[in-house]
């Protein structure tokens, strides 16, 4: 990752004769220091535990539970005890303002609901119980709810954007 970062840090670096320039946008170096930030720390605390990746750790995921892991998720959106009005709701406003977020800075939004759910389905994915039903009964519902928050602002702007286009037009 560091090699990969510096090299495309030096192929934007490099002139079309071959010479390096003097960067006059900082915002370039401000990008990669942030990727380093994260990574270094990351890479010193595995080459201290004698922790590596290797092909052997790609044998442990268990795609096997995909289903499992989709069908429960969805279950447990759904549930309408333990606010799960909210998923409705989003998923309703979702398909009403289509275009509008795919149009403004709200897919970004969206794109930060995804990848949270995905985090949490590839948590389970290579968690090493054997029964990921029971353990997702447990802990499924205490992580959704942290998305909540994000779901009811995310459901809050589209549900202005539709009132505003729906009112907009009856003038």
Not at 42 to 70: A, K
Not at 96 to 104: E, M, R, Y
Not at 121 to 140: E, G, K, P, W
Not at 158 to 169: A, P, T
């Amino acid at each position: 990752m560091v090699a990969i970062n510096i090299l495309i840090l030096i192929c934007y670096c490099m002139r079309e004769k071959g010479g390096f320039f003097f960067i006059k946008n900082k915002k370039i170096i401000f990008y990669f220091a942030i990727i380093l930030l994260f990574f270094i720390p990351w890479r010193v605390y595995h080459s201290m535990s004698g922790i590596s990746f290797t092909p052997e750790h790609l044998n442990q995921l268990r795609l096997e539970r995909s289903y499992i892991i989709v069908k429960t998720i969805l279950k447990d959106m759904g549930c309408t005890f333990c606010w799960g009005i909210i998923w409705y709701v989003f998923v309703i406003t979702l398909f009403l303002n289509v275009k509008k977020i795919l149009s403004t800075n709200s897919v970004y939004l969206l794109g930060i609901l995804v990848l949270n759910i995905l985090f949490i389905a590839s948590t389970y994915v290579v968690t090493q119980h054997d029964n990921v039903a029971i353990q997702m009964d447990a802990t499924l519902r205490r992580l959704l709810l942290h998305i909540l928050p994000l779901i009811v602002f995310f459901s809050c702007i589209q549900i202005k954007e539709i009132f505003q286009n729906y009112f907009q037009h009856e003038i």
